[in-house]
C-alpha cells in the first residue's frame, strides 16, 4: 500500500525522519512476513483471469493469509475494507476489490498485497496483464515502471542516503524513450515508506528527487523500505473518487504500480517480498543479494 505525501513533504524541507532500524533477528520475521506477501502475489496473479472479479482476487488472498497464520494489515487500515488493493486500468492505487469490477480481456491490473507475522509487516505490489492483446506502450509502461523499482532496489547500499534511492528511480524511467513520444507520468502524490511493526513508517520516499527535502537519512544495515514507484503513461497528477480510497491519474492515463519491501543488511540488500530474496534480478544489475535468513 502506499502512502499520501504529508504537505509538509511536498511544500518544504522535511523534518529529520526517525528511522526504526532492525536487528538481523527482526529481518528474518520480517522475510516471513514477505513471503506471505509473495505467495499471495503468486495466488492472485494465476487468478486475474478474464471473468474473474476482483472480490475474487481479494478471496484468494484471504485464503493464502489464514493459511499462513498471517494477519492483513490492509483490511481496516485507515477503514480500508479489503485484503487487498486492486487497481484496474487509469486506477492508479488503493482500488477496492468489489463484486461489480469484472476482470476482462486487455484489462491492466495492479494489486497491492500486504501480510503481518508476529507483528512483522510485508507490503509489495505488481501490475498484471489481464487476457491478451495488450498495447506494446501498456507493456513497456509496466516494464519501465518494474525495472525502476529494481533500479531503487539497487540504490540500497550502505553510504547512500534515501535521495539516492529516489534520484535511481527517476533517472532510469527519465531514461527510457517513452513510445509514441511525450514524458511518462512519475505520480506525485504517493510514494514509498519505511516499514517494519507497523505498514507505514517513516521516512517517506518520494520516486522522483525534490532538492528541497534534502539528502534525507544515511541508509544502514537494518534500514527497511518499501520501494514502490507508480507512473502513468500521462500526467503526473491524481485525484480521489468519492469513496474516499481511488486513485486515478487526472486525464485518465493508464497507469502501472510495482513494489517490494527491501532490509538493507551487512551482506548488502534482501528483498524481503521476492520469493528468492531478489537474488537473480540483482545478480543482472552486478549486485549480491543478502543471503536469505530463512534458507
Ligand atoms: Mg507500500
Avoid at 483490511?75 to 485484503?83: I, K, R
Amino acid at each position: 500500500m502506499v502512502v499520501e505525501a504529508a504537505p509538509s513533504l511536498r511544500s518544504r524541507k522535511a523534518p529529520a525522519a526517525m528511522v526504526q532500524i532492525k536487528s538481523p533477528e527482526q529481518i528474518a520475521r520480517m522475510r516471513e512476513a514477505g513471503l506471505v506477501v509473495a505467495a499471495i502475489h503468486a495466488a492472485t496473479r494465476e487468478a486475474a483471469v478474464p471473468g474473474a472479479s476482483t472480490k475474487d482476487l481479494d478471496e484468494v488472498a484471504r485464503k493464502v493469509i489464514a493459511e499462513h497464520g498471517a494477519k492483513s494489515n490492509f483490511l481496516g487500515y485507515g477503514g480500508f475494507p479489503a485484503t487487498i488493493c486492486t487497481s484496474v486500468n487509469e486506477v492508479v492505487v488503493h482500488g477496492i476489490p468489489s463484486d461489480e469490477v469484472v476482470l476482462k480481456d486487455g484489462d491492466v491490473i495492479s494489486v497491492d498485497a500486504g501480510a503481518i507475522i508476529d507483528g512483522w509487516h510485508g507490503d509489495a505490489a505488481y501490475t498484471a496483464f489481464v487476457g491478451s492483446g495488450h498495447a506494446p506502450e501498456l507493456i513497456e509502461l509496466s516494464r519501465v515502471t518494474e525495472e525502476s523499482m529494481w533500479a531503487g532496489i539497487a540504490a540500497m547500499k550502505q553510504g547512500h542516503r534515501l535521495v539516492d534511492v529516489s534520484r535511481a528511480i527517476e533517472t532510469y524511467i527519465r531514461r527510457q524513450p517513452k513510445p509514441g513520444g511525450g514524458r511518462y507520468g512519475i505520480i506525485e502524490d504517493y510514494g514509498g515508506h519505511g516499514i517494519g511493526t507497523e505498514m507505514h513508517m517513516d521516512p517517506h520516499l518520494l520516486n522522483y528527487v525534490e532538492k528541497r527535502r534534502g539528502k534525507g537519512p544515511k541508509l544502514v544495515p537494518g534500514f527497511c523500505l518499501a520501494i514502490e514507484p507508480m507512473v502513468s503513461l500521462g500526467t503526473p497528477k491524481t485525484e480521489v473518487l468519492s469513496d474516499d480510497w481511488t486513485v486515478v491519474t487526472t486525464d485518465g492515463t493508464w497507469s502501472s504500480h510495482w513494489e517490494h519491501s527491501v532490509a538493507l543488511t551487512e551482506q548488502g540488500p534482501l528483498v524481503l517480498t521476492s520469493p528468492d530474496g531478489g537474488r537473480a534480478k540483482l545478480a543482472e544489475l552486478g549486485i549480491v543479494a543478502a543471503p536469505d535468513p530463512l534458507a
